[in-house]
C-alpha cells in the first residue's frame, strides 16, 4: 500500500495557474502509473490525468488538454499536476491516485488505482 498526500490546492481567478502536488510514501513509488481525478458537487469523481511509470506516456481528459501537464520526480517520490487557463468548471476537489498494479500503460478507470490520497480543493472563481 502507498500513501499519498495531496498540496497546491486553492481559490484562484479564470485564467489562473495552480500546480498541485503529490507526496507518496510507503510502496515503491517509481514502479507504479499515477493519475489525477477530480469531483465537483453533486457530480461523480472523474478522470483528469495520468502518467506512467516512466514518465514518458501521459493521457489527460479531454477538456484539460493544453491545459494542464502531469509530470513526476520519482526521485521524489512525488507527482505533479501544473494547471494553466483555469476556468470555473475545473472546481471540484482533486485527488491523487496510484496504480493498483504495474501497467504498460498508465490507466484512466478509476478502478485500476488502488490508493487515493484526502483530495485537495480547487476553486475558480469567475
Known amino acids: 500500500q502507498v500513501q499519498l498526500v495531496e498540496s497546491g490546492g486553492g481559490l484562484v481567478q479564470a485564467g489562473g495557474s495552480l500546480r498541485l502536488s503529490c507526496a507518496a510514501s510507503?510502496?515503491?513509488?517509481?514502479?507504479?502509473?499515477m493519475g489525477w481525478f477530480r469531483q465537483a458537487p453533486g457530480k461523480e469523481r472523474e478522470f483528469v490525468a495520468s502518467?506512467?511509470?516512466?514518465?514518458?506516456?501521459?493521457y489527460y481528459t479531454d477538456s484539460v488538454k493544453g491545459r494542464f501537464t502531469i509530470s513526476r520526480d520519482n526521485a521524489k517520490n512525488t507527482v505533479y499536476l501544473q494547471m494553466n487557463s483555469l476556468k470555473p468548471e475545473d472546481t471540484a476537489v482533486y485527488y491523487c491516485?496510484?496504480?493498483?498494479?504495474?501497467?504498460?500503460?498508465?490507466?484512466?478507470?478509476?478502478?485500476?488505482?488502488?490508493?487515493w490520497g484526502q483530495g485537495t480543493q480547487v476553486t475558480v472563481s469567475s
Open positions: 510507503g510502496r515503491s513509488f517509481s514502479n507504479y502509473a
Open positions: 491516485a496510484a496504480a493498483r498494479e504495474i501497467f504498460t500503460l498508465p490507466p484512466t478507470q478509476a478502478s485500476r488505482f488502488g490508493s
Open positions: 502518467i506512467s511509470w516512466t514518465g514518458g506516456r501521459t
